[in-house]
């Protein structure tokens, strides 16, 4: 069935350092992906999104890299911050109907350590 | 603060009390999707509008569960016969295409 999942559940980083947070779908039809924000108490806030047709998208401190051929998808964090503590999650728009309903993994909770 | 609103933040009820909750999306979009979020997973899909029209139920829309957009902007989802089962966020999300912007939920506890 159609789900989207991430390696690790918990990623600890130190100050200053760069994360990786990794997510791999399963869907092979999944034309374009999303990474969401998530803190305590709060709805999901938009970090960068990609389609399908390129492979990598960067933003301010963040870059998303997209490949097809292992339907792997990654986030990168520059310089994490106190301030980037919260969960993260992938989501995978499957096309179908073209609703554009969002299809998410279960998260992995990043800690900053000071 | 994503501009979409949502009301109560917060709602505690008695198993068998209905439910009401309200989604004011941001009011250029036409697109309106609620999703349900347990602890410790990502949202799940409910249900789309677009404009006025429901266009997708998730199988997770049991009976007990109505959601209208009746003029094409704000939207309530209701629940009757709440279970402890519905305790969740429940999530609205509004798009003008592909992304989605999403409300900072309704948190429901049945006790």
């Known amino acids: 069935g159609e789900s989207v999942g991430l390696h690790l559940p918990t990623l600890s980083v130190q100050e200053g350092d760069n994360s990786i947070i990794n997510c791999a779908y399963s869907n092979s039809a999944s034309d374009y992906f999303i990474w969401y924000k998530q803190e305590s108490g709060k709805g999901p806030q938009f970090i960068i999104d990609?389609?399908?047709?390129?492979d990598k998208r960067q933003g301010q401190r963040v870059t998303v890299l997209l490949n097809k051929t292992v339907k792997h998808l990654s986030l990168q964090i520059a310089a994490t911050q106190p301030g980037d503590s919260a969960v993260y999650f992938c989501a995978e728009n499957t096309g179908s109907g073209n609703t554009g309903k969002l299809i998410f993994g279960q998260g992995t909770t990043l800690q900053v350590k000071p | 603060d994503t501009g979409v609103s949502q009301d109560p933040r917060h709602k505690i009820t008695k198993r068998g009390q209905n439910v009401t909750f309200r989604c004011d999306p941001i009011?250029?979009?036409?697109?309106l999707y609620w999703y349900r979020q347990t602890l410790g997973q990502g949202p799940e899909f409910l249900t789309y509008f677009q404009n006025e029209a429901q266009l997708e139920k998730s199988r997770l829309l049991s009976d007990r569960f109505s959601a209208e957009r009746p003029k094409g902007s704000f939207s309530t989802l209701e629940i009757q016969r709440t279970e402890q089962g519905d305790s969740a966020m429940y999530l609205c999300?509004?798009?003008?295409?592909?992304?989605?912007?999403f409300g900072p939920g309704t948190r429901l506890t049945v006790t």
């Open positions: 990609i389609r399908s047709n390129m």
């Open positions: 009011s250029e979009h036409n697109r």
């Open positions: 999300a509004s798009s003008p295409g592909q992304q989605q912007y």
